[in-house]
């Protein structure tokens, strides 16, 4: 009987470190081969996407926020960011510069990972798929967000509550809206999570499970406020 429980634990625990082997070389992009140059832009990479894309990201999200209590509340808000100093300075190199960086440096890694959650189907490797697939979509809707809205103000539109208000009148692009939000507070806050990680700041699994979900809490709080905001210009 003894003998019996102790050769099912010992198969258990060979299964268990099966799985998380398998979980680490299909989750995780392999080092092996990777030089000091790419090893360190992917950690480049890694900080540009909490500071400054992910600051900016959390402001801009606040900001957007105000439109809860009314249209003045938003033009209000708005108007103190519009009107910082510096502004091209700051828009040039703190948000589009590292936006770009980011977002294709972050293609290519995505280009040469491999998604394997068709065979292996636990939760590292559909937050790496994930990730990557949010990642385009952020993308994309950050590119189409900037033309309907920066650029469009350049053009002569005014900028302000009546602006977005008229962009989500069309019921699609409010759809396409709340679709880009969600999908880009999940990649900021998993990307909070792979950040803990690629820096050694959490490595071992409990903290890693514990900053899964304090990260995905962020994820959720974030998504919940960014909705309620593009719903108050609708």
Known sequence: GRRRRGFKRMVRRGRAGERRFKTREVCMETTKGMGRTENFLRKLHSLSGLIP??????????????????EEAYNVAA?????LPYKLFLET?????????????????????????????YARNW???????????MFAFLVWHVWQTRVQAEFGVEPGFSMMADIVANPV??????????ASMFHFA???????????????????????????????????????????FA
Do not use: D, E
């Open 53 to 70: 894309v992910g600051v900016f990201l959390t402001v801009h999200t606040l900001v957007n926020s105000s439109a809860i209590w009314g």
């Open 79 to 83: 108007g103190v960011m519009v009107n």
């Open 93 to 121: 190199f703190v948000i589009f510069v590292p936006l770009l960086f980011h977002g294709i440096l972050g293609i290519w890694i995505a280009l040469k990972a491999k998604n394997n959650v068709r065979q292996y189907t």
């Open 127 to 137: 937050g790496f798929f994930l990730q990557r697939l949010t990642g385009f979509v």
């Open 173 to 182: 692009f409010l759809a396409l809206y709340i679709v880009g939000i969600v």
């Open 190 to 232: 998993n990307g909070i999570w792979t950040f803990l990680i690629t820096w050694g700041i959490t490595v071992t699994p409990k903290s890693q499970k514990v900053s899964k979900y304090a990260t995905m809490g962020i994820f959720v709080v974030m998504s919940v406020i960014g909705v309620l905001a593009i719903l108050a």
